[in-house]
């Protein structure tokens, strides 16, 4: 007998520990803190980043999202915010990844992959066995102020399928969900998780109205 598979859910953008716990009431399996980033929204500082991990269920996913390049000072961001995830947002050499696990056991590494064009597929395919998971979202970090996230804005979900047929390891799906199109951008790219900031928030701050009817909007999804 078959049975349905909810997608998992991750929360972006959190800025106080009341917003992650409306996040987890929801269900959600993850949240996102962001640290210092080139642009776009939901930055904290890393003192209110740490003291908001501290309070959250040891079950949940919390991701720091760092647009740092240098391993050892992502090691000491993680260490300083005491996070069980790096949600890494901007391209690392391939040799940083062994680094970041040595030093960091039982830290889960998470890569986001910006979803510009097919040369997507080649960068996630060639990340992935380095990884814990791949974050395919809607940024340029080839802009002169790189866009590591936030943007809002919808990417090609075809070319999020092929991610996901081929690589063996959980890919998250970001880029302007809402509870309008999550739905069809599940069905359209059978991602582990979906991943939401800016839909779900009201001036900035998380909408419980917006946030129960994208958890309700993902729920409505057979697997």
Same mark, same amino acid.
């Given at each position: 007998?078959?049975?349905?598979? /909810? ?20 269900? =959600? ?15 904290? !500082?890393? *003192?209110?980043? =740490?003291? @908001? ?5 040891? =079950?949940?996913? %919390? ?34 990844? !062994? ?5 960091? !056991? ?8 910006? %979803? @510009? ?11 992935? !066995? ?6 395919? *979202? ?24 092929? @991610?996901?047929?081929? /690589? ?40 419980? %109205? ?14």
């Amino acid at each position: 007998m078959g049975h349905e598979t /909810i997608t998992r859910v991750k929360i972006c953008c959190i800025q106080d520990i009341n917003e992650g716990w409306m996040a987890v009431r929801q269900g =959600a399996s993850a949240v996102g803190l962001v640290s210092e980033m080139p642009s776009g929204p939901g930055v904290i !500082p890393e *003192d209110r980043i =740490a003291a @908001i991990a501290a309070e959250l269920p040891p =079950a949940l996913g %919390v991701f720091l999202l760092t647009s740092r390049l240098d391993v050892d000072q992502i090691i000491a961001q993680q260490r300083r915010c005491r996070v069980n995830t790096i949600q890494v947002c901007d391209r690392l050499g391939y040799d940083a990844y !062994p680094k970041l696990r040595a030093f960091l !056991p039982g830290v889960s590494i998470v890569q986001v992959v910006h %979803v @510009i064009d097919q040369s997507a597929l080649d960068e996630a395919e060639a990340v992935a !066995p380095l990884v814990d998971g791949i974050l395919l *979202d809607s940024g340029n970090p080839n802009l002169p102020e790189k866009q590591l996230g936030g943007t809002g804005l919808v990417h090609d979900w075809a070319i999020s399928r092929r @991610i996901v047929e081929r /690589i063996s390891r959980p890919v998250f799906l970001a880029g302007g969900l809402r509870a309008s199109n999550v739905a069809e951008a599940i069905q359209a790219v059978r991602p582990y998780a979906v991943d939401v900031c800016s839909g779900v928030r009201t001036d900035g701050k998380l909408d419980a %109205v917006k946030l129960g009817a994208f958890f309700d909007a993902v729920r409505g999804v057979a697997g």
